[in-house]
């Protein structure tokens, strides 16, 4: 059986014991993820999903975090008054060994959801609110108030001014309050 799953913008067909170089995600080595971006399920009776399969996953452990070859980028421009310009660059991957093809039943696993550098917020952000809707609260206030562990308009709502005294690093202003306590009733 094989399957094909989605993860760092690229596909990959695997099956149970094949070694990925797959974009850096946010796990250390002897982990057990599981990647729920299923396209397509192979075997004798193949399933293609409508993007994805419904219920099915690809655990994974992961082997290493590492970096692949280094790219160079040689710039030159000709003749008169030119200039020459050289970067380069490492990727960051990490090196995952497929240990198993969950056919249905992924969300019942418990297993750690493989996400990537950018995927780790997004993840996070599904079940809280967007707190930069409260005015005053910009990039920053909301990553400080994620730290404190507020991430929904009820919580903060829910603050009495004892409270917003003990929070460390941020001063959350009462009109921040009033305004979450409008958001989160809709």
């Known amino acids: 059986m094989f399957a094909v799953l989605k ?3 690229k596909q990959y067909k695997v099956q149970a014991g094949d070694v990925l170089r797959v974009e850096k995600l946010a796990a250390d080595a002897g982990e ?5 971006d299923v396209l397509m399920l192979g075997g004798e ?3 293609v999903g409508a993007p994805f399969v419904s219920g ?3 655990q994974a452990e992961v082997v290493d975090q590492i970096k692949g070859d280094k790219v160079i980028n040689f710039v030159k421009r000709r003749r008169k008054h030119s200039s020459k310009r ?7 991957l990490t090196l995952v060994r497929i240990t198993e093809i969950l056919t ?7 297993v750690k959801v493989a996400a990537g550098k950018g995927d780790a917020g997004s993840a996070a952000a599904s079940s ?7 005015t005053g609260v910009g990039p920053a206030a909301v990553k400080k108030l994620e730290a404190a562990g507020l991430t929904t308009f ?5 603050l009495s001014e004892d409270e917003i005294a003990g929070i460390e690093g941020i001063k959350v202003k009462p009109e921040w309050v009033e305004q979450a306590k409008e958001l989160a009733q809709g």
């Open 86 to 92: 050289t970067v380069g660059h490492r990727q960051k």
């Open 32 to 36: 057990t993820i599981q990647f729920n």
């Open 104 to 110: 249905s039943g992924a969300d019942a696993t418990g």
């Open 45 to 47: 009776a193949p399933v």
């Open 128 to 134: 809280a609110d967007d707190l930069s809707m409260i």
């Open 154 to 158: 009820a919580q903060i709502a829910a």
């Open 56 to 58: 099915a996953a690809v």
């Open 7 to 9: 993860t760092g913008g």
